[in-house]
């Protein structure tokens, strides 16, 4: 439920996103990836308890630190330890890039143009830089800024993400909004700091592939579309 009234174009001069999930379906991409690699090892489970162990695995192996790249190795590494088989280097690296080339959904390059005709648009996104490099083509925008994990060497939901945009971006903090699909990765964090949050709810409000909070956005949307509609008519 919103709790104030809608956005307008005047009340801010950057919109900031987090890009996995929120502008691009990686749910897709994880649970296709995943079916295919265990498939040829004979291993099952559905798409649902999938994205349940991916939410626990993902988060727990950022916090071990290193690149993305390398968070997700690890992870693949876990789904294959706990069903019994042993991923080989191909889907190592197939498995590290099938979140990058995920593909948008189906209202956000249109959703950003429109946003980028009021808006100076930046990425937070827990990432590595080539790999956004990759999501980016099919992006079709330009961002005016694009902060990664691998530039802050920490990843949402910890704070520093956020402070690190904060000291890059050109206007005071009541200036941004952030707008994300998971509220633990980053719902949570920017409203600690005081940062105006939309929630894209994607997942119409299953947690998928993200970790349960309780955190509360200042609005909820369910798609991209559905904001920039409302900011365009402000």
Known sequence: MNTQAQPRASDYDILSFDCY???????????????????????????AVLLEHFALFE??????GGSYREVLRRVLQTFGNRLGFVPTESQ????????????????????????????????????????????????????????????VGEYKPNLAMFEHALKEFSCSKSRILHVAQSLFHDVAPASELGIATAWIDRTRGKLGATAPSDAEPQWTYSTLAELAKLVQES
């Open 59 to 64: 988060p727990a192996e950022q916090e071990q």
């Open 92 to 151: 190592l690296v197939q498995f590290e890039e099938c979140i990058a080339r995920a593909t948008p959904f189906s209202d956000t390059v249109d959703a950003l143009k429109t946003l980028s005709e009021c808006f100076q648009l930046a990425i937070v996104s827990n990432t590595d830089d080539d790999l956004f490099a990759l999501t980016a083509q099919n992006l079709v925008v330009s961002f005016d800024y694009v902060i990664t994990a691998e530039q």
């Open 21 to 47: 999930g929120t502008l691009v379906d990686w749910e897709s991409a994880i649970t296709s990836t995943l079916q295919s690699i265990l498939l040829s090892h004979d291993a099952h489970w559905n798409d």
